[in-house]
């Protein structure tokens, strides 16, 4: 796959950003990978282990995670990820455009000013 810059992934679809946002502790199997998303939100995103899987996959194919040695010794069929650096600088990239938008949504009055 040829190199692509940061911004030209973005925007990131909600899972695959939940996915690497679950990623930036250190590496994990892919049940655990949604157990973590599902536990950050709450409900607030149906997920699905078809598309977890379907959102690693196109995660691996764009450079923005790998597969890592790990639980394989364990259970040959578990697989584990980790982030890559293109995909820190893209998570990144995304969370900076995200902020982005928030920060138009108070401006506009539809949500309240930060705490900060």
Known sequence: ??????????PLTPI???VL???????LHGYAIL????????????????TMYRALARLLDEG?????SGA??????RRNYRITAHGRSTAKAEARRLADQVDAARA?????????
């Open 21 to 27: 946002l679950a990623l930036m502790d250190g590496e």
């Open 35 to 50: 157990q973590a998303v599902e536990a950050r939100l709450a409900g607030k995103l149906p997920l699905r282990t078809g």
């Open 72 to 77: 394989q010794d364990e259970d040959p069929r």
């Open 16 to 18: 695959s950003f939940e």
């Open 64 to 68: 923005l995670i790998e597969r890592a």
């Open 108 to 116: 506009h009055r539809l949500l309240p000013e930060s705490r900060r």
């Open 1 to 10: 796959m040829p190199f692509k810059s940061s911004d030209s992934l973005l």
